[in-house]
């Protein structure tokens, strides 16, 4: 196995560590459970090094020696004193950044099962020359070779893959928990170049958390004249509702903070419980949020660029969740926006990235691609029964058993198709065969393999086996992959807004075919049992036979349909039961021969033109 | 990909001459070379299929794993739905007949029935006043002089809870500071 090399986003007041595990990035989760480790470092009494979540558990016990934020100290010659047994040691910000990276150097072995030596460290695109070189330093002291520095808006890029399209220029939008950093890429031949960058130290998450507090504190001050400030445990209380309402805010437009017994005074106990709507979330942090517009302006200015220059906007930090800063954004440049990776992660995952190209680990073999859509063939009723889902690496092959609709149905076709809708006539037809020469047989009975196999170059071979004769029969389409990206995307669109009435058809054709099944074994059991059905038993079913066949012949609904068909299935059930008595006394032959016919009936439910099993 | 494409056409062509009229005019190393580089191309075929094969497993596994938390998920908050019965029960029959007394002897049962559910999860308090301060199971919330020996929990604002030996949630506490000469922080 080739030497891992990580991806360490080494941040102000988190840190991620990712790695690139079969050609895609992970992020590699720490000892206490999570996916990001606080920066934060502390020593303790007993001569203990604290680094992450546990260190910031203890800060307000050892403040002198709990070390927060030292990645904005990178490349000044400021140093920390911690004063431990009478004695003062020092320690270099590039000492204590190494105290963060070695623990998730450790977290990262402790994962991977090996021992790790080689990193990429991202830094923000502003660091000058001696920050960066703090940085390198810092790995080296961690026992890591600094592989690459890569600018952090440069790996959010590399983690969309940006590199890979032709020039563009990309705006790399990062709102973190303390920070808030623009930058300005221009990317041609796999080469980033940062033409500009601008940002605020002190502007991130944290200050948002805390107008939610105030606005609370404020709020509960009018209700009842109490000062939650000076009440540590209320404090923290608040603090924690506080960020919970706005990451709620991002995906409701309402929020209730409810913290019963939050104090008490004189007169009892009292509770907090305040509604925040997203507007008003909004109304608070909006001047935090205009401040970050002007400088996005400022940053495009001094690129020279306006937004129509902008190919590519990529959002990084847990801030960018907020829809109104998605909004703002996409006030300035309109419908460019990249946020489909978790915006905590992404600058790692970009580094790990990096990491695999310099390891090697990333070269053609392992660039496969992904079918753009779905692979599938028409089953009866027009509806659609998938082969191979979108997104599946190629080359893949993917087979399924399919039967026959009809009795001594000597021929099939097989008609394939691409797209997302449920209904063969709303996708793609990319051709059509004939599986001809079938022995007659009662129908769900022929077994007929169908492969779909993409090979590497993405071409389509599509076969047709009858089970029983061995007889097959073939397709090669080519041109599956013809289609271009806005096509493929106007596909899914448009398959993500019929989902519902798709569905609707679907189940309404579902819903068909079983009623048309139903209606044929219970006519095939009538015939078969003869006079062992009484003569008015016979007559209640088959006016049942008729309703459900009126239905079908009416196109009525999928709930008209079950309606008639569970009348139709009571008593029909009855009359399996009534024969099962009948030939037990009669003969294991007949009565295992029946037991089939009513297990069938319930394989052969869901589609008449149904699968069996799925071979693959 | 255009190179590699272009390689098994190459080599097809040579695989065709070498069956057809001219098989006598390839030496035994051309030979072998074409034996060689058809092998090396179903070589990589059969990397290519693994390779795509673990992608697509990993993305089975993706969705298999999100299928699963869902379905603990949902589990887990069905075992919860009796005790909001529960409570729901109490308050209607508080808005009906107004018997506190009642209500209290309720809301009092719920909470022991929740108590329970707890600890059939696996769920134990973690202790912490009188203990000393440990960053693992707590989380200092004030740090204030006292009598007590300095580290000492003197307080506890939130109950924190272990499941099996993971914290699920620290304690969050008071922790003493010692008593502080008052010339000097420390000798």
């Known amino acids: 196995m080739r030497e891992k090399i990580i991806g360490i986003d080494l941040g102000t007041t988190n840190s991620c560590v990712a790695v690139l595990e079969g050609g895609a990035p992970e992020v590699i989760t720490n000892t206490e459970g999570e996916r990001t480790t606080p920066s934060v470092i502390a020593f303790t009494d007993s001569n203990e090094r604290l680094v992450g979540r546990l260190a910031k558990r203890q800060a307000i016990t050892n403040p002198k020696r709990t070390i927060a934020s030292i990645k904005r100290q990178m490349g000044t010659d400021h140093s920390v004193k911690i004063e431990r047994d009478g004695k003062v040691e020092q320690y270099t910000p590039e000492q204590l950044s190494a105290m963060i990276l070695q623990k998730l150097k450790k977290d990262a072995e402790n994962h991977l099962g090996g021992k790790i030596k080689k990193a990429v460290i991202t830094v923000p695109a502003y660091f000058n020359d001696s920050q960066r070189q703090a940085t390198k330093d810092a790995g080296k002291i961690a026992g890591l070779e600094v592989m690459r520095i890569i600018n952090e808006p440069t790996a959010a890029s590399l983690a969309y893959g940006l590199d890979k399209s032709k020039e563009q220029t990309i705006l790399v939008y990062d709102l973190g928990g303390g920070t808030f950093d623009v930058s300005i890429l221009e990317i041609g031949d796999g080469v980033f170049e940062v033409i500009a960058t601008d940002g605020d130290t002190h502007l991130g998450g944290d200050d948002f958390d805390q107008r939610i507090i105030d606005w609370l504190v404020d709020e509960f001050r009018k209700d009842s004249g109490i000062d939650l400030r000076k009440d540590a445990s209320a404090m923290q209380r608040l603090k924690d509702a506080a960020e919970a309402a706005k990451m709620e805010l991002s995906s409701r437009k309402e929020t209730t903070i409810h913290l019963p017994y939050i104090t008490a005074d004189a007169s009892g106990p009292k509770h907090l419980e305040k509604k925040l709507t997203r507007a008003r979330f909004e109304h608070m942090i909006d001047d935090m949020l205009q401040r970050t517009s002007s400088t996005v302006e400022a940053t495009m200015r001094e690129a020279k660029k306006s937004a129509k220059d902008i190919d590519q906007v990529v959002l990084v930090g847990g801030s960018t969740r907020i829809p109104k800063v998605q909004e703002m954004i996409a006030s300035h440049i309109p419908g460019k926006i990249n946020q489909e990776i978790n915006p905590d992660e992404v600058v790692a995952q970009g580094a790990a990235i990096q990491g695999g190209v310099l390891a090697g680990e990333v070269d053609e073999i392992v660039l496969l691609d992904v079918t753009p859509l779905t692979l599938s063939i028409e089953t009866l009723g027009g509806v659609v029964t998938p082969l191979i889902e979108r997104n599946t690496t190629i080359p893949t092959e993917k087979s399924k058993t399919f039967t026959t609709a009809g009795d001594n149905q000597s021929s099939v076709e097989i008609h394939v198709l691409q797209g997302e809708r449920k209904m063969a006539a709303d996708n793609k037809s990319l051709g059509k065969f004939q599986l001809v020469g079938l022995p007659p047989a009662p129908r769900g009975i022929p077994q007929i393999d169908v492969t779909f196999n993409i090979d590497t170059d993405g071409i389509l071979h599509v076969t047709a086996k009858d089970k029983a004769t061995g007889k097959s029969s073939s397709i090669t389409i080519k041109e599956s992959s013809h289609l271009d990206e806005s096509e493929i995307e106007a596909m899914r669109r448009e398959a993500e807004t019929h989902a519902e009435e798709d569905s609707k058809k679907a189940k309404d054709v579902e819903a068909r075919n079983q009623a048309d099944q139903l209606v044929y074994s219970v006519e095939k059991s009538l015939s078969e049992l003869g006079e062992k059905v009484s003569q008015e038993e016979r007559g209640k079913i088959e006016d049942q036979l008729r309703s459900v066949k009126d239905k079908l012949s009416q196109d009525a609904s999928a709930d008209e349909l079950r309606q008639a068909m569970e009348e139709l299935s009571k008593h029909a059930q009855r009359l399996a039961e009534q024969a099962y008595k009948q030939t037990a006394t009669e003969g294991s032959e007949t009565s295992s021969d029946q037991e089939q016919k009513t297990d069938k009936e319930e394989n052969d439910g869901d589609y008449v033109d149904a699968e069996y099993e799925e071979d693959n | ?187």
């Not at chain 2, 506190?100 to 009092?108: E, H, M, V």
């Open chain 2, 1 to 187: 990909m255009t190179n590699r494409k272009k390689q098994p056409e190459g080599v097809d062509k040579k695989g065709k001459a070498n069956s057809s009229e001219k098989t006598e005019t390839s030496t035994p190393q051309e030979q072998l070379l074409a034996n060689k580089d058809e092998e090396i191309l179903s070589y990589i075929e059969r990397l290519k299929r693994l390779q795509a094969e673990f992608e697509n497993y990993k993305k089975r596994i993706q969705r298999d794993i999100t299928t699963i938390s869902e379905q603990v998920s949902d589990q887990l908050i069905a075992d919860f739905l009796p005790l909001f019965d529960n409570l729901r029960r109490a308050f209607d029959s508080l808005d009906e007949n107004n018997a506190t007394q009642s209500f209290i002897d309720g809301i009092r049962g719920i909470f022991s029935q929740f108590d329970q559910l707890l600890k059939q999860k696996g769920v134990a308090p973690i202790m912490a006043v009188g203990k000393a301060f440990d960053p693992v199971r707590h989380e200092a919330l004030l740090s204030t002089e006292s009598k007590e020996e300095k580290n000492t929990i003197i307080e506890e604002f939130e109950r924190g809870y272990f499941r099996s030996d993971r914290v699920l949630r620290p304690s969050k506490v008071k922790v003493s500071k010692g008593m502080i000469p008052p010339e000097e922080e420390k000798p």
